[in-house]
């Protein structure tokens, strides 16, 4: 039955995508015919900048395996969204800059790196929320919330991780060629003319064995009034990416691991156990901990601090298509 769902929604995808990548390009040719009319404005008032680069993977155990794709993002500001031509979905699928700030306990600017949906579908394994806080009249990246979704069981957890260096217990199943031991060892520069973004893996008996990171440039502001251009097909071919490269890995006879909730309900609490476990064992500087929550309807905040615990929420994600 899942499998003949799974068929129906990947034709249905088809199907829409086609009909709106026609309909994009009739709307791309109105702004053509129009462009002499289009001002841009200075890019310091942006509330949208574009981004474009590569994401690579390197995996070394227990077979060498390594690749890269080109990859597309939007960096917005969350507390301009209303002056972005992004889809009405959009909105709902993420923090609000408020939830944000409050989760981190910062009182500055909130920026959100993150793939658009492109022509009714949307994948996206990982978006960064790049929190700021005011040093006078300066405003300097403090934290970081990452959102993380494995698009196939439609689940996402969210985590507040310190930009500069942080270690998390890995709290979610995102390929099933990788257990849920180990952490995930994350960094990310403050977004600007580049950016950078690096997660390994630090596993107990396999060591250091994978690292994926992503490097982008930002591009010419003149996308930003067309990101459905730009855009185009982004989420597909991140899709295409991710299935492909699990179907070599098969190929190479990587084990494969089914989602530990039908192996362990219990998961999700033992994540944050280790979570804890590994803040406590020194591993994260413990002047740097952030609070944890269990309900995926309240956000919490970094002044509501229990033991230390880091503020960790699991919700269901938006289906892919839309």
């Given at each position: 039955?899942?499998?003949?769902?799974?068929?129906?929604?990947?034709?249905?995808?088809?199907?829409?995508?086609?009909?709106?990548?026609?309909?994009?390009?009739?709307?791309?040719?109105?702004?053509?015919?129009?462009?002499?009319?289009?001002?841009?404005?200075?890019?310091?008032?942006?509330?949208?900048?574009?981004?474009?680069?590569?994401?690579?993977?390197?995996?070394?155990?227990?077979?060498?395996?390594?690749?890269?794709?080109?990859v597309?993002?939007?960096?917005?500001?969350?507390?301009?969204?209303?002056?972005?031509?992004?889809?009405?979905?959009?909105?709902?699928?993420?923090?609000?800059?408020?939830?944000?700030?409050?989760?981190?306990?910062t009182?500055?600017?909130?920026?959100?790196?993150?793939?658009?949906?492109?022509?009714?579908?949307?994948?996206?394994?990982?978006?960064?929320y790049?929190?700021?806080?005011?040093?006078?009249?300066?405003?300097?990246?403090?934290?970081?919330?990452?959102?993380?979704?494995?698009?196939?069981?439609?689940?996402?957890?969210?985590?507040?991780?310190?930009?500069?260096?942080?270690?998390?217990?890995?709290?979610?199943?995102?390929?099933?060629?990788?257990?849920?031991?180990?952490?995930?060892?994350?960094?990310?520069?403050?977004?600007?003319?580049?950016?950078?973004?690096?997660?390994?893996?630090?596993?107990?008996?396999?060591?250091?064995?994978?690292?994926?990171?992503?490097?982008?440039?930002?591009?010419?502001?003149?996308?930003?009034?067309?990101?459905?251009?730009?855009?185009?097909?982004m989420?597909?071919?991140?899709?295409?990416?991710?299935?492909?490269?699990?179907?070599?890995l098969?190929?190479?006879?990587?084990?494969?691991?089914?989602?530990?909730?039908?192996?362990?309900?219990?998961?999700?609490?033992?994540?944050?156990?280790r979570?804890?476990?590994?803040?406590?064992?020194?591993?994260?500087?413990?002047?740097?901990?952030?609070?944890?929550?269990?309900?995926?309807?309240?956000?919490?905040?970094?002044?509501?601090?229990?033991?230390?615990?880091?503020?960790?929420?699991?919700?269901?994600?938006?289906?892919?298509?839309?």
């Open positions: 039955m899942e499998a003949v769902y799974l068929v129906y929604s990947i034709m249905s995808t088809v199907v829409t995508s086609s009909l709106l990548s026609l309909l994009l390009a009739f709307h791309t040719l109105l702004r053509f015919l129009c462009r002499r009319s289009l001002s841009f404005p200075d890019d310091k008032q942006e509330p949208l900048l574009l981004y474009q680069g590569q994401v690579r993977h390197v995996r070394t155990r227990p077979v060498l395996h390594a690749f890269r794709y080109a597309r993002y939007a960096l917005v500001d969350l507390d301009r969204t209303s002056d972005t031509p992004l889809p009405p979905s959009f909105s709902r699928s993420h923090l609000s800059a408020q939830e944000a700030r409050h989760v981190t306990g009182n500055g600017p909130v920026f959100l790196l993150t793939i658009p949906p492109s022509v009714g579908y949307e994948q996206n394994p990982l978006s960064v790049y929190c700021y806080d005011f040093e006078g009249s300066v405003a300097v990246l403090k934290k970081c919330i990452a959102e993380v979704t494995n698009t196939p069981w439609g689940e996402r957890v969210s985590f507040v991780f310190n930009p500069d260096s942080d270690s998390v217990a890995k709290p979610l199943h995102v390929s099933p060629f990788m257990d849920m031991l180990g952490n995930w060892r994350m960094r990310a520069s403050a977004p600007g003319e580049d950016l950078f973004l690096e997660i390994s893996i630090q596993h107990p008996v396999l060591g250091n064995y994978f690292t994926a990171t992503l490097e982008a440039n930002r591009v010419c502001s003149s996308w930003a009034y067309n990101p459905a251009l730009f855009f185009w097909l989420p597909h071919k991140v899709a295409l990416w991710i299935y492909w490269q699990a179907l070599k098969w190929w190479k006879n990587v084990a494969f691991l089914n989602h530990p909730k039908y192996q362990n309900p219990m998961y999700r609490e033992e994540a944050l156990i979570d804890r476990k590994l803040q406590s064992s020194g591993a994260i500087d413990q002047k740097k901990r952030n609070c944890c929550n269990f309900d995926d309807n309240h956000l919490g905040d970094a002044s509501d601090r229990t033991g230390g615990d880091r503020w960790c929420v699991w919700r269901d994600a938006e289906w892919p298509w839309s």
